[in-house]
């Protein structure tokens, strides 16, 4: 187990945020290590006049979710992954007034006045101690981190009478020797929402895509039941789940409207 910063987030936050890494198995956790799991993360924060803390925890894993918990953590989110298998490639249904391309110059402030704007759903969004003006600027600087080329593999718009509606960002991963394609992050404008925009964006992601790896996917918060019923009708299985939880110690300014409590 360890405790470490995420420094792109520290510095969009105004303050330290670390990531904790748990015990690897899902099934093999002791009591004894939920324990040492607990006072290393009071250790960390005790030394912290203002940080945020957070852990992506294996649904499975009861007795380190209880000692997070113990430490100060709360539940924010449960993320649900999904997996397609290439050879199980989904039909095309594009609407014919939508165009998904490369992301341009031109497309640029769209797309970030989109990701600015259009989730409620996220980690952040859903964190009751982060204010929503700084859930959004994550967002967008995760966007514009694609823009600037310093993340990930491609980034592409949904273009609706001249205009973006949305975007897709995509980058790719190896796991024991796969190759694979994953939905980094995808957002559709607030006004569009709910007319095939995701879907048409999802189906190229897979049409791109499914050729040149062994494995596509993409992941999604338990609570957007909309994306959850997309993925499983493009033929996407649920291969993991894991709870994201989050704690805010010593004069966090994360929000303008909850105190947080101190480091114990």
Known sequence: MDV????????????GVFKVLPIESPYA???KDASDLLDTV???AAQQ????????????????VRSLCAAGFYVVDVTVTFSLEVSAHSRDHVPARVTVCPVGPEHHQGVLDIASSCFQYSRFHLDPFIHRSIADRIKREWVLSYIRKQRGDELFAAVLNGRPVGFLAALSMESHGARIKVIDLIGVDRACQNQGIGRALSEFFIRQYHAECDRLQVGTQAANVHSLRLYEDLGFSVIKTQYVMHRHVGKATVSSEVTCGSAT
Request: charged share 25%.
């Open 4 to 15: 470490r910063e995420d420094p792109w987030l520290s510095k969009i936050i105004g303050h």
């Open 29 to 31: 956790e002791s009591n």
């Open 42 to 44: 009071r250790r960390h």
């Open 49 to 64: 006049a203002a940080a945020m803390y957070y852990a992506k925890v294996d649904t499975a894993q009861v007795n380190v």
